[in-house]
Each structure stands twice: as structure tokens, then as C-alpha cells.
């Protein structure tokens, strides 16, 4: 038992650590890289199956992205603040026979917390392409960790032949 728990308290250690130091995108710098890499507003989509986690992305309290497969998704752009967006297991997505249409659908957000889901009705339908999305994202982590040459060598300290001549 003594065990279990040093290994979960070693592991939670280690993802706080991780998450700490990691660089991560705010909300607002999200939702514009989303915006960045959206089409023109379009009426309608065909949702092709149920949303689940996976296949959807809070960008803050007024946006949400839905993949329809790997690289092709849409910005579903909300009239106002979505409550218990940001925090929803998975989300409900109004339809007719299948197509999801701007200022008549909405997105019903779930939650374990609240009893009465509020209803957020979807005001913009923006395409978006994954495949710039995630080049966009790629580049930007590669900006910041940088691109080490392969030429350069480690310098392990001083060397014997740094020192002063006396």
C-alpha cells in the first residue's frame, strides 16, 4: 500500500512539474490561431456521428472547434458566454437529420456539476483546416524550444587548456 501511494505521489509530482514548465497557449492566443486558420462564414455542416471528447475543442466560454475527421473541423462561433463550457466532459450539439445549421442549432455543454445544462446557441460556422492548424502550433513549439544545429557540441566545462598560463 505504502508503495502505491509513493508511485502516485511520484507521478503526480512529475505531471505538475511537466505542466509547469511546459509553454502552453492562453485562451485568447488559441481561439486567434483557430480564427487564423478558419475559412469564411459558411449556413451549415453535416456532422457525420456524435461528438465525444475527443472530437471537439474549447477555445474559452464563446468558441468551440468540432472535428469531423483528423484535419477537417469547423469554428462554431456562439451569440454569448457558454457557461460550463470550458469545463464539460463532452458536448451536446443540436442537428437536423444530421446538419448543423448557424443561428438555428446549439451547443448543450455536459457536465458532472450542473443539474440544467445551458443551451448556447451557435451564431457563426467557420471551416477550419487541421493540417495548418497543427503545422501553425508545430512551428510555434519549435520557435520556442528552438532548432539545436547538428554541428554544435555539448561543453562540458572548463578544459585543462582553459586555464591561465603563468
Known amino acids: 500500500m505504502r508503495r502505491l501511494?509513493?508511485?502516485?505521489?511520484?507521478?503526480t509530482v512529475t505531471t505538475l512539474v511537466g505542466c509547469a514548465t511546459s509553454p502552453t497557449l492562453s485562451?485568447?492566443?488559441r481561439f486567434n490561431l483557430y480564427v487564423q486558420h478558419a475559412g469564411p462564414p459558411v449556413a451549415s455542416f453535416r456532422l457525420a456521428r456524435f461528438v465525444r471528447q475527443t472530437q471537439w475543442t474549447p477555445l474559452g466560454d464563446r468558441a468551440l472547434a468540432v472535428w469531423?475527421?483528423?484535419?477537417?473541423?469547423?469554428?462554431?462561433e456562439l451569440r454569448g458566454r457558454?457557461?460550463?463550457?470550458?469545463?464539460?466532459?463532452?458536448?451536446?450539439?443540436?442537428?437536423?437529420?444530421?446538419?448543423?445549421?448557424?443561428r438555428w442549432d446549439s451547443v448543450i455543454p455536459?457536465?458532472?456539476?450542473?443539474?440544467?445544462?445551458?443551451?448556447?446557441?451557435i451564431i457563426r460556422?467557420?471551416?477550419?483546416?487541421?493540417?495548418?492548424?497543427r503545422d501553425a502550433r508545430r512551428e510555434m513549439r519549435n520557435t520556442i524550444y528552438g532548432e539545436r544545429p547538428?554541428?554544435?557540441?555539448e561543453?562540458?566545462?572548463?578544459?585543462?587548456?582553459?586555464?591561465?598560463?603563468?
Open 125 to 133: 460556422i467557420r471551416p477550419l483546416d487541421g493540417t495548418a492548424i
Open 110 to 121: 455536459r457536465t458532472s456539476s450542473v443539474a440544467m445544462p445551458q443551451s448556447c446557441r
Open 5 to 11: 501511494l509513493t508511485a502516485l505521489l511520484a507521478v
Open 155 to 166: 561543453d562540458t566545462g572548463p578544459d585543462i587548456t582553459d586555464r591561465p598560463v603563468d
Open 27 to 29: 485562451t485568447q492566443d
Open 82 to 102: 457558454c457557461t460550463g463550457l470550458s469545463i464539460a466532459h463532452t458536448v451536446e450539439i443540436t442537428n437536423s437529420f444530421g446538419t448543423v445549421n448557424a
Open 150 to 153: 547538428a554541428d554544435l557540441m
Open 68 to 76: 469531423t475527421s483528423q484535419s477537417v473541423g469547423h469554428l462554431l
